[in-house]
Each structure stands twice: as structure tokens, then as C-alpha cells.
DNA sequence: TTTATTCGATAAATCGATTTTTTGCAGTTG
DNA sequence: CAACTGCAAAAAATCGATTTATCGAATAAA
């Protein structure tokens, strides 16, 4: 019940203390669950935490411990589905363990990301799971190293020589891509991608022309990548259409390595009246629920939140709790889900016009 | 450059004393601005900062303040693209005032909310932003009344007697959504939405259902609510068209009340191999990127997500000031974009079979 | 010249816990 | 009976900052 007025001020453990009659040494002993207390001092402690509705100061407490019961989350943003799962995931296992995960998102800012892990360094986190805005090369990885931070490094990293790593095994996936969108036909495909984030764009672009070209020497791979932000790739996008549409060898399919660049693809169809998969094909990395509700449905690759965030965390513990030895990178299977949006070459009209309303 | 190696310990206050040759309290004195200090000996104590490379330690500081530059947001759940989006701009926003934002998510739980809530209590942040699971009457906001805490409450609320509220105007943005369904020659209505938020989804139903009726007494409209999780609502839904169905009377309009009822109105289309708008129209609220790129375009209500976050914060931040007065419960208006998704009843094939392939 | 006043700076108290050191008491043992 | 051992609990030190009280020297007023 432990009621007490809104205005009064919060209870120390001094005060649980003269009410139990004992010293605040007793009380934090009771507390910690030391058990060299006498059974009935021990009661009186909890009946006076009890009745005046105690609960330990997290600031004091952990002040005069080495580290905080607190797991850090940096995200490069919030706003899409794969980040969103991310970080609700990390927080459950991290409430699994006891511990309280703080989630902030650095924007795409490399600047921001290492504001904000100083600040978690301040805060004295136990550890930190780092989504990097590029790959493990930049900043806020320099920043937790030089700082004897604990952490683990996800989704746009490869490998590191300081800290483990936990992503989706991107490479594999494209692969896998290539062979679908190969075994249908497609010889003149589109890869659309964002440069910055490096690591994990090279990793699909490989994976994917690698196996490609294996499977069909004479294919066309054209690549699209927008260096900074997603605003000019659609312009790219277009002016690569136009430019394509004009000679008249326009692809049959395109691959997006990220999911902002098949909403581009989808929208610069659209404006042409183009659908899948009668006039092009589509596959996107990054699934989403929508995908499977829209006419067609949209080939995509589901990245695993739920392992990768599981890993990440039983890896982060282990360090936390000690463990020593060269950082380990891991790199967990995607899925790939071939939806309606991909057909054959060549079975549709190909006129350039829709074919509805 | 303030290098030091990794794992030495981190410098205080003191250290930086003794470096300048001045006592702590001098050091605290010109990290804070007084200017009752020589200029000579603050210039020594801002040389030993960048050599040892000093920083705050907010624990030890903020044990002593009252409170700290923390706000604390919790939203239902961080997949979503809205409570992705607020979150963004709410850490924006607060950055901006030198605060920084910790975010939580409550999984939809309510016993969750009021735990998050009391560990941010114990934090001593400065305010909190809490979007509520259900409503504005939950434990969470007793809680924080009973504690005496600094709140403001967004999004599932309509007003509350002891904190500010801040949300989306959807009664009237219902009424719009009414209008162009009545004026677009619907007579016959569907409504799907969540029963637990019950404030929100009942000004959304209110605002529809008045408007309809006003504008077309012999309007006939059906509800479908799902009282707990999504999963029900997709059995209560595919149950509800198959009796429409074989009765001959299925409805020519679904008004969606929340996003995830959009996708599964939209998956149960598909299933039946409907197509908007010619076999039915729809309109959702929440908007989401994807809807304007898909075929058909899918009409929504677009939550003002900005002008949302930043009256929340103006308000909270106002409050944290010290200001007086009843709270105030500000509604902020929605657009609605009427996209292909909505047509005339009648103007398609209404042959149960797709058009496409 | 003496007494106030001002000013800059330091010592010490404080925040609320944890941890180490002391103390006091009871029961054993030589 | 003194010395020793054990054990529970209290006292004191500590974490790293802020804030208040205090102090000494320089300056102003009497």
C-alpha cells in the first residue's frame, strides 16, 4: 500500500533505518541480502521499507558502484520497422536479465553517435549496443575503444578487432537473390543502394553480382548508389530510367540493398506506370508487414531482428560479465521471401502504360 | 586532444584541482559560470580540464541537484512509424534545450508503463512524455500524480484534470473521412478499430458516426471491434465478410480506425481477391510512406506527428519552468488524403475475382 | 591608524547509498 | 579470571560533485 503525499520528500534510508531501529549499514545489508542479520532486525527492515514506501536511490546506489544496471541502445534511427523491432527486442532481454535498456536513435549522424555514447559513458552503462550510422570504422567505435567501453556492434558493421559483432548475413542473402531473379531470366538487372553506409552495402552488392555473374557471365548488373541521403537517388533513379528508357535496354528487375530505396523504386514505377511484375521486377532488402497486403506483394529479404538482438545481448553479457578473447563476428541467415513482385521477363506488356483504370 | 589511456580511471574534480592549483569548489565554481573567480585561476582550471579531459559526472551532480536535465518518453511500442516519428522529433526537441531524451517502450503493457514509469521517477527526471496504452485514466497517470512528477500526456488521451494533454484531433478528422465517404455516394459503412484505447477510438467513431448520419440518415453503419489484440480483430473481420457476403449486403466503404487494422482490412481483401476501389473503397487512419507508392494508393489520415511533439514539449517544458495553472487539453488537426483507395460503390466489376493477371 | 567592508578562495557539510573498520557483547578456552 | 574467538551491529569512510560557512587579505571608510 505505502502511501505517502505527493509533496513529501522521498524517503533515504536513514529514515527506513530510525524507524527499524537499526543503522543504515543494517538496512542496506538487508536490502543487498546479506545474510548475517538477525531474522528479526531483518523484518523490522522490511516493514519499515514497507510502510514508507522505500525504494533505493538508483543515483547514490550506483554511484559507489563501479557500474550501473543500465544497458545503452543506439540506433541510427526510429522510424523504420527493422529498428523499431531492434530496439523493443533489446529491451526485453535486457529486462530478462534486470537490467534497464536506453534507447536513443543518433539521427544518421556520426556526430550525434558519439555524443550520445560520451553521455552513456557518463551514465557509467554496464554496456552499449551499438547500431553504427556507416560501419565499425567510424567515431563512436574509436570512442568506446579509447574509453575501455563494453559493447557490441550490429547490423552495418562486418567485423571489428575490438568488439563483437552481430549482423545479418547479407552477403548470403543477396546471393541467394541473385540466383532467384537469374533462374527467372533476368539478365539486365538494377541494384539501387546507399554508398555510406559502406560495410554492409558492399557486402550485398558483392554478394549479389558475385553469384550473378557465376550463374550468367553475359548479365548486365547496373548499379545506382546515392553517397549521402535518400533525396538524391531519387532524382538518380529517374534520370537513370529516362536515360535507359531512352536506348531502349531498360532491366527487367531491380535489387534494392535497403528498404527507403524500394519505396524510391516503387514510386518512380509508379510514375511511369509500371507494374510489377509485368513491366519490371522487384526484390527489397528489408522486409515490412506491408508487403504481403499490397497487390503485387513485394519480394523482400527479412533480416532477423529476434536472433540478431539475441545474440547481440548474449554476447554483450558475456563480456560484461567478464569474459576475455578476441572479438568474435557473427553473422546470422536472412530469409528470402519471393513474392508476386517478381515474375519472368518478358510476360508482360512492357508497354510503359498501366494496365488499370 | 585530452588523450588518456584507456584504462585509467577516470579523472573528478579533484584531480583537476590539484592540477590547477585551486581548490574543488573553485573548479565547480568556473565549470558553472560564477564569475567571482580571478580570470587567471579560471583559465588554469579550464587547461587542466583539456588536459586530463575532464567531463561532469552527471551522477555525482545530479545527486545533489533536485532535478535532472532528463526527460523520459515512453510510447505503446516503437514499431510503428508514428511512434517511431515522435520519438525522433521529442529527442530532437529536447536536445535542443539541453535535456536528453531516454526512450522506453511499454509493449502495449500497462503494468509495464507504470514500472517504467516509477524507475524514471527514481531517475529524478525533469518531466515525462507518456503516450498511454489505453487512456488518459490508467495507473501510470496516477501514478504520477501521486508521486508528484512533471507529465505530459500525447496521443491516446482526450483531456485529464491533473496533466496537460496533447493529441490528434480525430473526431474531427473522422467527420472529413465521413463527408468524402457520404459524399462519394456510401451507404453502407464499415468501422474497424481497437475497443481498449477506448478514448481515441471512441472520439474516432463518435466523429465518424455523427457526421455520417447527419449527412445520410438512412446510412447504414456496421462496427467491428476488436477488444484486446490485433489477432482477434482478423477472425472477427473475416467472420463479419462472410456473413456480408452471403447475405448479398456487404459493405461499399471500410473506415479503419488505427494502422494495423488498415493491413488487416487490407490483407482480408486480398484473400477474397478484392481490389480497391473498384470492389470496395478504404481509407485508414495513420498514414504510412508505403501507402502513396503501392496500387492502389491507400487513403489515410495523416497524424500531425511535428506540430504533436512539439506542443508536448512547449507545454512540458513550461510546466518543469514552474508554471501554474489547470492543464490544458489541446487537439491538434489531422489531414486527410483522399487517395485511389476510395472511389464511387458501383463503379467496378464487384465480381469478387481480382482484375489483374 | 583602526575598523568595516569587500572579494576571492578554501574548508567543510551535504546528497543517499555502499563498504570497510570498529565496537560491544556473549560465549570459550587456557 | 584474563585472554581469545565469533558475530552482529554501529560508526566512519567513500563515491564525486555542489553549496554553505568560514577565512584571510586587500581595500574603503572612519
Known amino acids: 500500500?505505502?502511501?505517502?503525499?505527493?509533496?513529501?520528500?522521498?524517503?533515504?534510508?536513514?529514515d527506513v533505518a530510525s524507524h527499524a531501529g537499526v543503522s543504515a549499514a543494517t538496512v542496506s545489508k538487508v536490502l543487498s541480502g546479506v545474510t548475517t542479520v538477525k531474522p528479526e532486525n531483518a523484518q523490522r527492515v522490511f516493514d519499515a521499507v514497507e510502510l514508507l514506501g522505500y525504494r533505493v536511490d538508483p543515483l547514490a546506489s550506483d554511484m559507489r558502484r563501479a557500474k550501473r544496471r543500465i544497458i545503452g541502445a543506439i540506433m541510427p534511427e526510429f522510424e523504420s520497422e527493422f529498428f523499431g523491432q531492434m530496439v523493443s527486442e533489446l529491451e526485453g532481454l535486457a529486462e530478462q536479465r534486470g537490467y534497464t535498456l536506453v534507447a536513443a536513435s543518433s539521427r544518421e549522424s556520426e556526430a550525434r553517435e558519439k555524443e550520445i555514447l560520451a553521455r552513456m559513458h557518463d551514465w557509467r552503462v554496464a554496456g552499449v549496443v551499438l547500431a553504427p550510422v556507416r560501419n565499425e570504422h567510424g567515431p563512436a567505435a574509436g570512442f568506446m575503444k579509447a574509453n575501455g567501453m563494453t559493447g557490441v556492434l550490429i547490423d552495418r558493421v562486418l567485423a571489428d578487432d575490438a568488439f563483437d559483432t552481430v549482423s545479418a548475413d547479407s552477403a548470403a542473402a543477396s546471393a541467394e537473390v541473385a540466383r532467384a531473379l537469374v533462374g527467372q531470366g533476368h539478365r539486365h538487372i538494377l541494384v539501387v543502394g546507399l554508398g555510406q553506409q559502406a560495410a554492409t552495402v558492399r557486402a550485398r552488392l558483392e554478394g549479389f553480382r558475385n553469384t550473378a555473374l557465376e550463374l550468367a557471365p553475359d548479365i548486365r548488373i547496373d548499379v545506382v548508389l546515392s553517397e549521402s541521403n535518400v533525396e538524391p537517388l531519387r532524382t538518380l533513379l529517374r534520370d537513370y530510367f529516362s536515360k535507359r528508357e531512352a536506348d531502349g535496354d531498360r532491366p527487367t528487375a531491380v535489387y534494392s540493398l535497403f528498404l527507403k530505396g524500394t519505396l524510391v523504386a516503387l514510386s518512380e514505377f509508379r510514375r511511369r506506370g509500371w507494374h510489377c511484375?509485368?513491366?519490371?521486377?522487384?526484390?527489397?532488402?528489408?522486409?515490412?508487414?506491408?508487403?504481403?497486403?499490397?497487390?503485387?506483394?513485394?519480394?523482400?529479404?527479412?533480416?532477423?531482428?529476434?536472433e540478431i538482438a539475441g545474440n547481440a545481448m548474449e554476447v554483450l553479457f558475456r563480456r560484461i560479465e567478464g569474459e576475455r578473447g578476441p572479438?568474435?563476428?557473427?553473422?546470422?541467415?536472412?530469409?528470402?521471401?519471393?513474392?508476386?513482385?517478381?515474375?519472368?521477363?518478358?510476360?508482360?506488356?512492357?508497354?510503359?502504360?498501366?494496365?488499370?483504370?
Open 1 to 14: 500500500m505505502a502511501q505517502h503525499e505527493a509533496q513529501q520528500r522521498r524517503p533515504s534510508i536513514h
Open 277 to 306: 511484375p509485368n513491366d519490371i521486377s522487384l526484390v527489397g532488402f528489408d522486409d515490412a508487414e506491408w508487403m504481403q497486403v499490397t497487390w503485387p506483394a513485394i519480394a523482400a529479404v527479412v533480416q532477423p531482428v529476434r
Open 327 to 357: 572479438p568474435r563476428a557473427r553473422l546470422e541467415p536472412c530469409k528470402v521471401l519471393m513474392r508476386e513482385s517478381v515474375g519472368s521477363p518478358g510476360n508482360g506488356p512492357h508497354s510503359g502504360g498501366g494496365d488499370r483504370q
